[in-house]
């Protein structure tokens, strides 16, 4: 006697159709996905520091408005060498060179009283590896007539707000920042203390 097998089921269009539906969405979700991680989207305009200039600059250096001295600045450990260039302050935030790093206006400088303040964008050839240096590096500073020597003391990031971190100080320190974060949310600071010899 022949086996009897069960009929087979027919596959309904209507199933099969929402199953290839389904595989689409979600391929295409996954692509999606993938292009947000190999690009950096445009981030759309906002009225905030991180649009801006790296770091607003403080107030109280519109006040000073001394010139800048800096010529150069050079981290050994990093193989940073910069010129560097004065920074304007313009509508209440340092302008930053595209090739050098910069001093901020209204800053001290080196030898002076007050908070030597200079930055750069987070590029090869230019902070990029600033990232990378370590409490007790030295960093030299040249001004047109002397080298002076600071040692790193603390390195920390901050929003870009937080302007205490270049505020004017009574006392003598090197201020160095860059962008640093995802999509250069935050700002990497570098505080360093003069060496006198």
């Known amino acids: 006697m022949p ?29 999606a996905l993938g292009i947000l991680f190999l690009y950096k989207l445009p981030v759309p305009a906002q009225k905030t520091s991180q649009n801006k200039e790296p770091i607003i600059a403080d107030q109280a250096f519109k006040k000073g408005k001394q010139e800048s001295d800096i010529k150069r600045i050079v981290a050994p450990t990093l193989s940073i ?19 050098t790093a910069s001093h901020g206006e209204g ?4 030898g002076e009283r007050g908070n030597v303040v200079i930055f750069a964008h987070a590029r090869q050839g230019l902070f990029l590896n600033l990232k990378d240096l370590k409490k007790n590096d030295s960093i030299y500073v040249l001004t047109s007539n002397k080298w002076f020597k600071y040692k790193v003391v603390n390195i920390t990031a901050v929003y870009p ?27 990497l600071i570098v505080k360093a203390y003069p060496i006198r010899s």
């Open 3 to 31: 086996k009897l097998s069960k009929p087979k089921k027919k596959r309904t269009k209507k199933t099969g159709s929402k199953s290839k539906v389904l595989q689409n969405i979600l391929g295409l979700a996954f692509v």
């Open 81 to 99: 060498d910069l010129a560097v260039t004065s920074s304007k302050i313009v509508a209440g935030y340092w302008e930053t060179s595209e090739t």
């Open 107 to 110: 800053s001290a400088n080196p």
């Open 161 to 187: 707000n937080e302007i205490n971190t270049v505020a004017p100080t009574p006392y003598e320190v090197l201020t160095l920042f860059t962008c640093s974060g995802f999509l250069d949310e935050k700002r």
